[in-house]
């Protein structure tokens, strides 16, 4: 009858992720006549888990290429913007609180998808998706062999019985003989070429 061992060891315990919309206002110095461009760069974040809840605090910097009075000039306004995220992950066991990590991942980087004018400033759409794991002490069950493994026997010679095997397989016993039946034939062919001559 076989015996089990529990092993408490780290695995994911609760894994999510959840799509991001959000709006921001972004003051210029100028009055914008046409937004020309905007791209986000510089995506940092962490997790914690407070409460029950994960909270991912996070910043990424926006560059915003606008055009001002009346579209003859163009200036680029970089803004560093900021966000805490609070979401529920279910677990799919319990385990010590002191003893989880919380890895998240961006699995779509923040990205601009609509920029407009708005009086003295810009307003922009940034979309972004989060990708949480909740890594913890959980308890696996091991089926456990009482008996011990036979040992292998170590023979020195074992490389000199695969040589010998391989000679065995690859030399050709009728070597000589197919040697010597070509020489007869050749001399044969020299000397008809000789007495045709």
């Known amino acids: 009858m076989q015996s089990y061992k529990e092993i408490v060891t780290k695995a994911i315990i609760g894994k999510g992720k959840k799509y ?4 921001y206002v972004i003051e210029t110095e100028f009055v914008p006549t046409t937004v020309l461009g905007c791209w986000v760069i ?3 974040f962490k997790g914690s888990e407070v409460g029950g809840k994960i909270i991912i605090d996070g910043s990424f910097d926006v560059n915003i290429w606008y055009s001002y009075d009346n579209d ?7 803004k560093t913007l900021t966000y805490s995220e609070s979401v529920t992950v279910r677990q799919r066991e319990t385990t010590d609180s002191s003893t989880k990590d919380i890895i998240v991942r961006s699995l779509k980087q923040p990205n601009c998808v609509n920029a407009r004018e708005k009086d003295k400033s810009i307003s922009i759409d940034i979309e972004k998706e989060l990708g949480i794991e909740i890594v913890g002490d959980t308890k696996v069950k091991v089926a456990i062999e009482e008996e011990e493994e036979p040992w292998d026997i170590i023979d020195d010679n074992e490389y000199d019985e695969k040589v010998d095997k391989e000679i065995d397989e690859n030399v050709k016993k009728d070597y000589i003989k197919e040697d010597n039946t070509k020489k007869e034939e050749i001399k044969e062919e020299i000397s008809n070429n000789q007495s045709n001559n």
């Open 20 to 23: 991001y919309k959000n709006n």
């Open 42 to 44: 510089n995506h940092k």
């Open 72 to 78: 003859t000039k163009t200036t680029v306004i970089t």
